[in-house]
């Protein structure tokens, strides 16, 4: 059992910054990929980032590639996003995840979720 708790959401300008974390309970933390996905009114959950349990693999959803990075530490047991450039249309609540299959793009191969941390853009 693993459970998730995201902080750092918040309200930022058009071309900011924001860094979100992920907090993660239990002792095998380093066997779970991980991920952050996201959710804005009305839409689908979409795949943000994913990163392998030793962190050597990342993955970025193509709205995104270039402008967040998504890292790890296997002794804090959290894992971070970076998020710069921000723009108006990255204005979601953002979910962290946890996967017993490694890093995937698909949410339905995640097993544990966090509560979501809203963060919105203004143009």
């Known amino acids: 059992q693993v459970q998730l708790a995201e902080s750092g959401g918040g309200l930022v300008q058009a071309g900011g910054s924001l860094r979100l974390s992920c907090a993660a309970s239990g002792r095998t933390f380093s066997r779970y990929g991980m991920g952050w996905f996201r959710q804005a009114p009305g839409k689908e959950r979409e795949f943000v980032a994913t990163?392998?349990?030793?962190?050597?693999?990342?993955y970025y959803g193509d709205s995104v590639k270039g402008r967040f990075t998504i890292s790890r530490d296997n002794v804090k047991n959290t894992v971070t996003l970076q998020m710069n450039s921000l723009k108006p249309e990255d204005t979601a609540v953002y979910f962290c995840?946890?996967?017993?299959?490694?890093?995937?793009?698909?949410?339905?191969?995640?097993?544990?979720w966090g509560q979501g941390t809203q963060v919105t853009v203004s143009s």
């Open positions: 995840a946890a996967s017993n299959y490694g890093g995937s793009r698909r949410a339905g191969d995640y097993d544990y």
């Open positions: 990163i392998s349990g030793s962190g050597g693999t990342t």
